[in-house]
Each structure stands twice: as C-alpha cells, then as structure tokens.
C-alpha cells in the first residue's frame, strides 16, 4: 500500500530532472517525518517553521531539506530522542527504514537530529523517471531552537499526506520577522 500512495504521490510532481526527482522523493519522507511527529506530540511544546514549512504549508516555490522547529516556551532539556523513536516506528510500519543520529550539543540552544533512509530503491522501486542509485540515502536534518525568541505567534495547519495530520506552524508574519532577524544579524 506504501508503494501505491507514494507512487501515485509522485505522479503530482512535474519532474523535469533528476534533481527535481530527489527533492520530491526527500519532500515526501519530510511528510511521513511530519505526519509521525504530530502523533508523537511535539507540535504540542512546538512549533513548525523555516523553508521547508513555508513550501509545504504555504506553497512557496522554494525547496528545503530541513525540518526546522521552535519551541513554544524555553526548554533546556528538550530531548528529541521520544518523538524520533516514534518517527523510526511508524515509518517502519509502513516499510521506510529510518538510521537516526541525534547530533544535539546539550550545551547549546540548539537540538539537531538526522534522518536517513535508502528505502526507496534499495527496498521498493516506483517506476521513477530517473535513473537513482539503490544505495543512495534520502536525508532529513531537523533542527529544534529550545531557546526560541519571545513573541511568535503559531496556528494550527493540517498536513493532507500520508494522512490528515494536525501541525502547529509559525505564522507568517512571525515568520516573516524571524527571516527579517537572521539577515540582519547574520555576519
């Protein structure tokens, strides 16, 4: 059944190249990592932002490989190893074979994790387009602020694949604000 609805999942994409054939397929494992985070609960300390939310929540033509997050209130001793393990469940579930590293410094504000897979190719074929190597690995680095700047306003959004999941999202005026803040402070 995975094979059919990422098959059939795919088939929306216009694929003009090889590239545009990777980004999709990572663009689909970003929703099952999304989709499994709702029912893990993050989005209820969390919030979804950055690139990747405003192409898959807004449609901004833009792709982005990173699952970007901020907590709702500080918490230092945010850990992501729960949700992941929820991830690395219900993706198994459905056939993805997920490696998860946790690269987070406990020291820093900053919470990073990796997710890959070569599931796509090496364990099911969909018939892509292009040509993919078997071992090539699909990935996804999250990356969580648990020291977040005060002020973002979040709304509730819905994901619609795999399946209707409810995400918590930054809003896009705060959004706005923070893009605004990391190019004026970048050095």
Not at 111 to 118: E, G, I, N, S, Y
Request: glycine residues 6%; neutral net charge.
């Amino acid at each position: 059944m995975f094979h059919d609805v990422v098959a059939a999942k795919l088939g929306e994409y216009d694929l003009g190249n090889a590239v545009e054939q990777e980004n999709a397929l990572q663009e689909l494992m970003q929703h099952y990592i999304l989709a499994s985070l709702s029912r893990a609960g993050l989005f209820a300390e969390a919030m979804f932002h950055g690139g990747t939310c405003l192409r898959i929540v807004y449609g901004i033509n833009r792709f982005s490989q990173d699952l970007d997050f901020l907590l709702k209130k500080p918490k230092s001793h945010f850990v992501w190893q729960p949700y992941l393990a929820r991830v690395q469940r219900d993706c198994a579930q459905e056939g993805i074979d997920f490696e998860i590293q946790d690269k987070s410094d406990v020291d820093g504000a900053m919470r990073k994790a990796f997710v890959k897979t070569d599931s796509i190719g090496k364990v099911m074929t969909l018939g892509l387009p292009y040509g993919r190597q078997t071992q090539r690995k699909i990935r996804v680095k999250l990356e969580i602020d648990t020291n977040p700047p005060e002020g973002s306003r979040f709304e509730t959004n819905y994901l619609s694949f795999p399946t209707t999941a409810p995400i918590t999202v930054q809003s896009l005026a705060s959004s706005f604000a923070t893009k605004s803040h990391a190019l004026l402070c970048r050095t």
